[in-house]
């Protein structure tokens, strides 16, 4: 099956630094590449919707002068905490999308702490 | 907007039991797609079953299976025989066509042995 490989799993900075997080197709072509955010216990919420080669689409409340996505290639979408806060800290997602079957394909997460 | 409710929080069975768990949405859509996905403890998102909305069959995988009733708006998870490794969080997602997934809240299956 389709696989999609997310770097770091967990990374650990000082607040005001940046974080880049790294999302991969591995074996498919994904047009569409989704950001989530999920905080403890709770659900995962989608962050923004990045399409290869065009602007990210951000949805209501996420800073996208913050949250830095970029989808320059149709196998790699990065999401870059910039100047990163201790309530930035949380769980972020990516997943992508690349046939017509409706089906979406899971990095494994990446744990964010801001000390 | 879609939404999509869980309004069980928490849930135990006994190992080898059947539980259910329960999912409603709200969509003005007539094309869709439904699904149920697992999180255990290491986090991954495992897709769990899809269900498209134009199929009125229910989605059926081995011990998994729905019951899709989409005149109200209704798509539970029924699981067979429970196994201690079905232990984890379970959500039910909502997507149109070629767009992102709409999570609900969640619930927190427990099997106990």
């Known amino acids: 099956g389709a696989v999609v490989s997310q770097h770091p799993s967990r990374v650990i900075c000082k607040s005001g630094t940046s974080v880049k997080i790294e999302c991969r197709s591995l074996?498919?072509?994904?047009?569409?590449m989704f950001w989530y955010r999920q905080f403890p216990k709770q659900s995962l919420m989608l962050m923004a919707t990045?399409?290869?080669?065009?602007?990210?689409?951000?949805e209501q409340g996420v800073e996208k002068d913050k949250f830095l996505i970029n989808h320059a290639s149709l196998t790699l979408s990065t999401l870059t905490v910039t100047s990163a806060h201790p309530e930035d800290s949380s769980f972020y997602i990516c997943?992508?999308?690349?046939?017509?079957?409706?089906?979406?394909?899971f990095g494994s997460g990446t744990q964010l702490s801001v000390l | 907007a879609q939404t999509v409710t869980q309004s069980q929080p928490e849930m135990s069975v006994q190992e080898a039991e059947t539980v259910t768990l329960s999912c409603t949405y709200d969509t003005s859509e007539s094309n869709y797609y439904l699904f149920w996905y697992k999180q255990p403890p290491s986090r991954q998102m495992i897709l769990v079953i899809r269900q498209e909305a134009y199929k009125q069959q229910n989605a059926t995988e081995n011990r998994f299976s729905v019951n899709f009733q989409k005149a109200a708006k209704s798509f539970s998870l029924k699981i067979s025989d429970s196994q201690l490794g079905d232990t984890a969080m379970y959500f039910c997602?909502?997507?149109?066509?070629?767009?992102?997934?709409?999570f609900g809240g969640g619930t927190r299956l427990m099997v106990k042995p």
């Open positions: 997943s992508a999308s690349g046939d017509a079957n409706e089906k979406l394909f």
């Open positions: 997602a909502f997507m149109k066509h070629s767009t992102e997934l709409t």
């Open positions: 074996d498919f072509q994904a047009t569409t």
């Open positions: 990045s399409n290869e080669g065009s602007k990210a689409t951000y």
